[in-house]
């Protein structure tokens, strides 16, 4: 009996799970191995199949001559250096805050949590009135407040990237506040009791009790969104799109116009890997720092 209970418990799992799989391996597994395969080759996405030739490695030796992608590198990597310890400190912030006996909290939950639930769009579109240089509410305050340069924020080269940054923190912190808000719920009230009988001030008892009991959460919560920032499209895209220069394109964006523009596939798919292989590595590194640690 216990052997074919056993038997019927796997059936029904995998019945559960076969749909996920079969979504994965057409829409991601796959599309990983085609681009691994184009990555070798000179395809474009405007030629005949039987005019593509394998290049071996060519894709990756120019690669790593190309001035354009060394820059989208960059700024990929400057983006999600400034975005991921930002949106996980506000978030945790705000869900300590809110956290406490206050009134209207559970307004207060969802005007935070509002914003991610936007449309990207609009959220652009009020974005770009708001700091145009000239006409927009942000600068005019700034200007009654005595400040004659202000920033050009989204048309300034270099404060372009950064105002996207400001944008996405804005936009994304109500995921991380709400996530954060329910696994500070799920701390123990009598583990901070005891703390307190022992000395523990408040900013104690947070260091010591609360951050490690929720470290599981910043885990997931980190390599989330390290993951989002370096496919980071959407949002550059509408704000942006890669402007002014270069000074906000990312690596996929540079994929989209190596791809689609210059029409350029096989050498679009290198680039993809690259990508690919940058989101595993830091996956890998925080999975093994994961396990090395005491996780509560």
Same mark, same amino acid.
């Given at each position: 009996?216990?052997?074919?209970?056993?038997?019927?418990?796997?059936?029904?799992?995998?019945?559960?799970?076969?749909?996920?799989?079969?979504?994965?391996?057409?829409?991601?597994?796959?599309?990983?191995?085609?681009?691994? *395969?184009?990555?070798?080759?000179?395809?474009?996405?405007?030629?005949?199949?039987?005019?593509?030739?394998?290049?071996?490695?060519?894709?990756?030796?120019?690669?790593?001559?190309?001035?354009?992608?060394?820059?989208?590198?960059?700024?990929?990597?400057?983006?999600?250096?400034?975005?991921?310890?930002?949106?996980?400190?506000?978030?945790?912030?705000?869900?300590?805050?809110?956290?406490?006996?206050?009134?209207?909290?559970?307004?207060?939950?969802?005007?935070?949590?509002?914003?991610?639930?936007?449309?990207? *769009?609009?959220?652009?579109?009020?974005?770009?009135?708001?700091?145009?240089? *000239?006409?927009?509410?942000?600068?005019?305050?700034?200007? $009654?407040?005595?400040?004659?340069?202000?920033?050009?924020?989204?048309?300034?080269?270099?404060?372009?990237?950064?105002?996207?940054?400001?944008?996405?923190?804005?936009?994304?912190?109500?995921?991380?506040?709400?996530?954060?808000?329910?696994?500070?719920?799920?701390?123990?009230?009598?583990?901070?009791?005891?703390?307190?009988?022992?000395?523990?001030?408040?900013?104690?008892?947070?260091?010591?009790?609360?951050?490690?009991?929720?470290?599981?959460?910043?885990?997931?919560?980190?390599?989330?969104?390290?993951?989002?920032?370096?496919?980071?499209?959407?949002?550059?895209?509408?704000?942006?799109?890669?402007?002014?220069?270069?000074?906000?394109?990312?690596?996929?964006?540079?994929?989209?116009?190596?791809?689609?523009?210059? $029409?350029?596939?096989?050498?679009?798919?290198?680039?993809?890997?690259?990508?690919?292989?940058?989101?595993?590595?830091?996956?890998?590194?925080?999975?093994?720092?994961?396990?090395?640690?005491?996780?509560?």
């Amino acid at each position: 009996m216990t052997s074919s209970l056993r038997k019927k418990e796997a059936l029904t799992a995998w019945l559960f799970i076969t749909p996920y799989l079969i979504g994965f391996t057409l829409f991601h597994f796959l599309p990983v191995l085609l681009s691994a *395969v184009l990555s070798l080759t000179d395809m474009r996405y405007i030629s005949m199949i039987d005019k593509t030739h394998l290049i071996g490695l060519g894709n990756y030796i120019e690669m790593s001559r190309d001035p354009e992608f060394w820059n989208a590198f960059r700024n990929s990597i400057v983006y999600s250096v400034c975005f991921v310890p930002f949106v996980m400190a506000a978030g945790l912030l705000l869900a300590v805050l809110v956290n406490q006996k206050i009134h209207f909290r559970n307004g207060i939950r969802a005007m935070i949590f509002m914003p991610y639930v936007s449309n990207m *769009v609009a959220i652009a579109i009020v974005w770009s009135i708001l700091l145009d240089p *000239v006409d927009g509410i942000v600068n005019q305050t700034l200007r $009654a407040l005595g400040v004659t340069n202000a920033p050009m924020w989204l048309m300034g080269s270099k404060t372009a990237l950064y105002s996207v940054v400001m944008i996405a923190v804005w936009r994304e912190v109500g995921l991380q506040f709400v996530t954060y808000l329910a696994a500070l719920q799920e701390v123990p009230t009598e583990l901070k009791e005891a703390a307190q009988i022992d000395g523990a001030g408040r900013f104690q008892q947070f260091i010591y009790v609360t951050l490690p009991l929720i470290r599981n959460t910043t885990f997931l919560l980190t390599i989330t969104y390290i993951i989002t920032s370096l496919k980071n499209f959407t949002i550059i895209q509408v704000l942006t799109a890669g402007g002014p220069g270069n000074s906000t394109t990312v690596l996929p964006l540079n994929i989209v116009d190596t791809a689609f523009a210059s $029409a350029r596939m096989g050498y679009a798919s290198a680039q993809a890997m690259v990508m690919f292989i940058l989101v595993m590595g830091v996956t890998i590194v925080q999975w093994v720092g994961k396990n090395r640690s005491e996780i509560y």
